[in-house]
């Protein structure tokens, strides 16, 4: 049975090999994570981005760029201009009665507030205050950006091996030789378990290198593994049901970006909303992989929280599972 | 003639395929969880951990003040190493530890330790410039101008509509339009194709018609679902055209260079997940590297919440189309040489 299952997997790794398919697949989410990397340390916490004249005192530029981005320009106008496109700096310019702080009005936070603090804290430089205020850390280095990336790729890569999947048996469709399985001698759940096989070990590959890459090599990789095998079933499960289905490549793309919405809503969602409305994204097995993945990252996840979040999944892609059954069943025949 | 010809044809043959009413339903779905899932602001609180090792006269004078000021969610610790731990246990959390040193209040802020230096002296120097103004009065000396005056704020509800718009409408073509045109030869469509009269840029063009279709459609149904008269159709219109010609034509040239969609597949895919990267810097103005100031999708984004505001920047919104205009015709004049090569062999 295992020697079936396996040629069955071997003949699609083959066939996606010839295609450069499977490479590219493995290949995507090593790129995405070098991308990542590339764009970390660009990325800062809170700060601000200062237009100022080339002629502004150069203590006094040296003084802001301890505080924020600073970008000099030769006039007035080419401040204005630069203020106007569409990311958010401000303008500070040196006039006779003190400074002029320029913005376009749709920036987002307190930034005028805090320029004007940083400006007059340089001329309360030697006052003496009865407070003393001190700025420390506990010593944790990663970045928000490092963080919710890495998730990210992880669970968006837990589609890329369900790709495959579909296309597969699309591309067994338009050649008719789906249909020669009903009289090979071989089981149908063995075909479909050798079929499912990539789906699981294309992410597991992605995810342990996105990590390796991104520079998670302290983290239970035992728990990750186990997340995302979890998370490539309801993966596997969406591309036999879309694959089954579709007659050609455009369905099957359509549909597969159907998977995408869910996968967004779930990681942005988890995010992004407060704690109280995080109860709106229980219904999506990708956001407990999304929490799973978060803690594993965090080194706060423990195998009691991982079995429970894994539990959740495996309950919810029972439920669509049992929804789409008959569909692939039938598909398949 | 011809080309009109092949756009109804393709047309009618769309209109019967599954496909077509999936990217519609796909859209009615979108517009489902904006709706009903996505609340119109998010509540962006932060969690502060607080620590006070003070006589009770400051304890009460500083909770007092935290009390009528303070939106964030405040939680007070009973001593420094429980400040660490919850502030371990919540990454995105910060702690206030206020303590008596040789006569004097400190007040230290307490990071995780992933922010900038910068970050922390902002903190440092706004607090003490607080401070000294409480003390000695506010001696500003700047003036503030705002160039546009009263400039309206989207909620975080329709402050995501550029970015389904970019990524559902604009790119739609980018992946679809492959498989239009490798189904075709798969077929042996394009073959017959040879033997007629039509020529290869009719055939593209007529192809990129039947997705700008679909655009339409989906991007005028968000709209008028979610943003109603409030935009402006007219300039949404040029935006939506242009971007969403463009999605196609560069999904034509990459996919010019494969012979099947599995090939393809991969980088257009790829493609689509680096252009989503245009949404952090789309979501956090401050930050946008050059590198993704570059994408396609960056300005697109922009153009599209620019079309939502009640004084939007034509310029802006029109020199967007007009860039990607003339990109487009690039595009397809490079895809139209490369096919004429490749896709009837």
Not at chain 1, 71 to 87: L, P
Not at chain 1, 156 to 165: A, D, K, L, P, Q
Not at chain 2, 71 to 83: C, K
Not at chain 2, 239 to 245: M, V
Request: proline share 3%; glycine share 6%.
């Amino acid at each position: 049975m295992l020697r079936r299952i396996l040629s069955v997997m071997s003949r699609d790794f083959k066939s996606g090999i010839r295609d450069f398919m499977v490479v590219y697949i493995l290949i995507a989410p090593f790129l995405l994570a070098f991308i990542l990397r590339a764009l970390i340390p660009s990325v800062s916490s809170t700060t601000i981005n200062i237009a100022v004249l080339e002629t502004m005192d150069q203590d006094m530029i040296s003084y802001l760029e301890s505080y924020s981005y600073v970008e000099t320009f030769s006039n007035r106008d080419q401040i204005i201009d630069r203020i106007g496109k569409t990311d958010d700096i401000y303008g500070l310019i040196r006039t006779d009665t003190g400074y002029e702080v320029i913005n376009q009005g749709n920036e987002a936070g307190e930034g005028i507030e805090l320029i004007k603090y940083i400006v007059n804290a340089r001329g309360n430089e030697t006052t003496q205050l009865p407070v003393i205020v001190k700025v420390s850390d506990i010593g944790w280095q990663l970045s928000p950006l490092k963080q919710y990336g890495a998730n990210f790729l992880i669970v968006f890569g837990s589609v890329f091996g369900s790709m495959i999947i579909l296309l597969s048996i699309v591309e067994e469709k338009m050649s008719n030789t789906l249909s020669a399985i009903n009289v090979a001698p071989i089981a149908k759940f063995e075909f479909v378990i050798g079929k499912g096989l990539l789906g699981f070990i294309i992410p597991v590959i992605g995810t342990i290198g996105t990590l390796i890459i991104l520079g998670f090599t302290q983290i239970n990789f035992g728990m990750t593994i186990l997340t995302v095998l979890c998370i490539s079933l309801i993966s596997v499960v969406i591309g036999f049901s879309i694959g089954v289905v579709s007659t050609e490549p455009i369905g099957a793309i359509a549909g597969m970006k159907m998977i995408f919405l869910p996968i967004m809503a779930s990681v942005f969602g988890g995010i992004f909303l407060a704690d109280k409305w995080q109860f709106l994204l229980y219904w999506s097995p990708f956001y407990w992989a999304f929490r799973s993945i978060d803690s594993i990252i965090l080194q706060t996840a423990n195998w009691n929280g991982i079995l429970l979040n894994s539990f959740f999944i495996i309950i919810l892609t029972s439920f669509v599972f049992f929804l789409l059954k008959n569909r692939i069943k039938h598909g398949l025949n | 003639m011809r080309l009109l010809y092949n756009f109804l044809k393709d047309m009618r043959l769309s209109s019967k395929s599954f496909y077509f009413y999936l990217e519609i339903g796909f859209t009615v779905i979108i517009i489902a969880v904006l709706l009903f899932v996505v609340p119109e602001n998010f509540e962006n609180n932060l969690s502060i951990y607080l620590h006070l090792d003070v006589d009770d006269a400051l304890y009460g004078e500083i909770m007092g003040t935290l009390g009528d000021n303070s939106t964030d969610e405040i939680t007070i610790v009973d001593s420094r190493e429980a400040l660490e731990e919850a502030m371990s246990e919540n990454r995105s959390s910060v702690g206030l530890s206020i303590y008596r040193e040789n006569n004097q209040t400190v007040y230290n802020f307490v990071l995780q330790g992933y922010e900038e230096e910068k970050f922390k002296n902002i903190i440092k120097t706004t607090v003490e410039t607080a401070f000294a103004n409480e003390m000695f009065g506010d001696t500003d000396n700047i003036t503030v101008i705002t160039l546009n005056q009263g400039v309206e704020k989207l909620s975080d509800r329709i402050n995501m509509i550029p970015i389904i718009l970019t990524m559902n409408v604009s790119f739609m073509g980018l992946f679809i339009i492959a498989s239009y045109i490798f189904l075709d030869k798969e077929e042996g469509t394009i073959r017959a194709l040879a033997v007629t009269p039509n020529r290869m840029w009719e055939y593209l063009l007529g192809k990129m018609g039947v997705l700008l279709v679909s655009g339409i459609i989906s991007g005028f149904l968000l709209m008028a679902i979610m943003v109603g008269s409030k935009a402006n159709y007219l300039h949404f219109s040029v935006l939506l055209i242009t971007t969403s010609l463009f999605g196609s034509a560069l999904g034509l040239f990459v996919s010019s260079f494969f012979d099947t969609m599995t090939k393809a597949m991969g980088w257009l895919f790829m493609i689509i997940i680096i252009f989503a990267l245009a949404a952090t810097s789309y979501f956090s103005p401050s930050f946008s590297p050059m590198i993704i100031k570059f994408l396609p999708s960056y300005p697109i984004m922009f153009a599209f919440r620019e079309v939502l505001l009640n004084n939007p920047d034509i310029n802006y919104i029109y020199m967007t189309a007009l860039g990607f205009g003339v990109a487009t015709i690039v595009l397809f004049i490079a895809a139209n040489y490369r096919f004429r090569k490749t896709l009837t062999i």
